[in-house]
């Protein structure tokens, strides 16, 4: 059983910056993906990053390449996502995800546990 809580959200600028967290309580294994999904009013919801827990592999949509950072802390078990340069359109709620049980690393449903979300809201 893994349980994910969120924080960091808010309202920013354009061009800011902000950071999520993601607390994991449960064991969290070297080998497993924990990612990031996001979901915008009439959306559905999508893939922002992921994160190999041993930290040597990160993914990206391409729409927050250059612009996000997903990283993490082994011993907080935590993740984080740090969104610089963030953009209007970056405005949603963000979810954090895992570990990942089988398929896709960029589909929500090869994921087991969510947390509860965060608001991003990005003024222009």
Not at 33 to 46: D, L, S, V, Y
Request: net charge positive.
């Amino acid at each position: 059983q893994v349980q994910l809580v969120e924080s960091g959200g808010g309202l920013v600028q354009a061009g800011g910056s902000l950071r999520l967290s993601c607390a994991a309580s449960g064991r969290i294994f070297s080998s497993h993906i924990m990612g990031w999904f996001r979901q915008a009013p009439g959306k559905e919801r999508e893939f922002v990053a992921a994160i190999l827990w041993s930290g040597r592999s990160t993914y990206y949509a391409d729409s927050v390449k250059g612009r996000f950072t997903i990283s993490r802390d082994n011993a907080k078990n935590t993740v984080y996502l740090q969104m610089n340069s963030l953009k209007p359109e970056d405005t949603a709620v963000y979810y954090c995800a895992g570990p990942r049980i089988s398929g896709s690393l960029y589909l929500r449903n090869s994921y087991n546990y969510w947390g509860q979300g965060t608001q991003v809201t990005v003024s222009s």
